[in-house]
Structures are given as C-alpha cells and as structure tokens.
C-alpha cells in the first residue's frame, strides 16, 4: 500500500532535514500528479544521516532491487540515490536532485506546508520543481510539464 | 411572497363578489371585499418594496463584482491541460490533494489486483 503521508509522519517524527520533490511535492503544490513513490531530498550531514537511520529502521525499509538488504549508513551518506521499499510503500532519498542541487542548494525554495492534518513540511516550490524536472529531462518529467505550467499560471498568473 | 399575497388576493377577491347577497350574509361579503382590498393593496406595497430592493442591490452590485460566466473562461490552455481540473485541484488543501492522490492510487493499485 502507497502512503505517502504515514511515511512523512515518520520521517517528521524522527526530526529529519528533508524536502518532498517530484509527484507528492507537485500534488501537495496544487497539481495532482499519479506517482508511486515519495522522492525525498535530505540534508547529508552527519546528524541528519543518523535520524535518517532511524526513520529508516520505523519505516522496515529495504533496497528495491534488493529487498533482503536495508539501507547501510554508509549508503546513506553519499550523493546518489537511494531507491528503498518501506511498510508504506516506495521511498526514494536522494542526496542531490539534478543538475548537482543539494538540500541546501534547494531549502530556500522549499515552502512549509500542511501535508497532513496535524503535521507541515518543507515542499519545493512548484516553480524550482518545474525547472529541475526540465533539467532531468526524462520522458516522465516532460509529460507532466505541461500540467505544472497550467498549475503555476492559475495560481500565480505566472 | 408576491406569489403568496398575489394568490390571496385572487382568492379573497374571488369569494367576495361570489358571496350571495342575501339576509345577514351581506355583511360578511363587505368584509370580504375589504379584506381583498386591503390585501390588494398590501400586495402592491410589497411588490413595490421587492422592486426597489432589486433595483438597490442591482445598483450596488457593480460589473466587476459580478463572478464570470463558466462560458467566459477557456476551458482549455494552449497545451491541452484541462483547467477545469486544475482549478478544482488548487481548491483543495495541499492534504486533501495528497488524501485524494493516496486514494487513487490505491484504487489503480486495486484495479491492477482485478485484470
């Protein structure tokens, strides 16, 4: 089962750095994207990667190309992308987004919104989301292009 | 209202001048014919009155408070995107659209399960 707001309450929980991009962060902008998986940019610092562990072990979260494997700290710490199952669903924590942005590149553009009734978190901004899934550039990001630009223009006259 | 008294009026005016004239029943016929008069013209006061008041808030309601007629509005952008449901989307909480996106997919999820 996909839950993407029961992965958020952990990830909150566990008080990680962390920003919600890709489908969940387009849906929660204003433009409801069918996605399967939550895409999470995390801060890689060492105390960040520590409550990430954690989140981790609540959410019983493997590697999807190998579910007899969970996540090792080292993994965690790198730059790449981690594509995990958890109890909730697919998660993917990526260090970087494309074109090299990390969480701290990107935590200014990030809003604060209610993603559950009783929690908030940060969010890119659906103008930054819409630049970098340009820059990624991958058949699946160009084809939601279009409902971004619609969302933004209603919402913002932009 | 107008309706109401307009039909009243018809009613009482009616029984007036249908009421036989004869012995003690004529003064109940003079009573009806004022109670329609009186009616009548409670009636058109009133009829009055609503049309001042259409006309105050008519007044009042200048062109640009007047919402736009779903006809004014394309329905479509340049791209195809439906702005109908775009609009529908932004007038919802950032967790109503994530409460409706968990169950769609949990819907396509189901589907999947039954073909």
Same mark, same amino acid.
């Given at each position: ?51 990430? &562990?954690?989140?981790? +072990?609540?959410? #019983? ?5 190998? =579910? *007899? /494997? @969970? ?13 995990? &199952?958890?109890?909730? +669903?697919?998660? #993917? ?5 494309? =074109? *090299? /942005? @990390? ?56 | ?115």
């Amino acid at each position: 089962m996909f839950d993407p707001a029961a992965m958020i309450r952990v990830l909150v929980k566990h008080d990680v750095e962390f920003i919600v991009v890709g489908g969940i962060a387009a849906t929660l902008n204003g433009a409801i994207i069918a996605t399967q998986d939550l895409d999470v940019l995390y801060a890689l610092d060492e105390s960040n990667v520590e409550h990430v &562990m954690q989140a981790l +072990g609540a959410l #019983d979260a493997r590697f999807r190309e190998r =579910p *007899d /494997l @969970a996540p090792m700290r080292s993994r965690m710490e790198s730059r790449g992308h981690k594509l995990l &199952m958890t109890r909730y +669903g697919r998660c #993917d924590f990526l260090g970087h987004v494309a =074109p *090299d /942005l @990390a969480y701290e590149d990107l935590v200014a553009d990030a809003l604060e919104l209610r993603a559950t009734e009783e929690l908030t978190c940060r969010v890119l901004g659906l103008k930054r989301l819409i630049e970098i899934k340009q820059a990624v550039g991958r058949p699946k990001d160009l084809a939601v292009l279009p409902l971004l630009r619609a969302t933004l223009m209603e919402r913002d006259g932009e | 209202m107008r309706v109401l008294n307009f039909l009243f009026n018809v009613w009482a005016e009616s029984e007036a001048w249908a009421s036989p004239r004869v012995g003690g029943r004529r003064g109940v016929t003079g009573v009806a014919v004022m109670a329609a008069s009186v009616q009548f013209g409670l009636a058109c006061v009133i009829n009055r009155a609503d049309t001042e008041k259409m006309k105050t808030s008519s007044s009042e309601k200048a062109p640009h408070r007047i919402p736009p007629s779903p006809d004014d509005q394309p329905s479509h952008d340049a791209a195809g995107v439906d702005l109908m449901q775009v609009r529908d989307a932004l007038a919802m909480t950032p967790a109503e659209r994530l409460k409706a996106l968990t169950e769609m997919m949990a819907s396509i999820a189901q589907l999947g399960r039954i073909t």
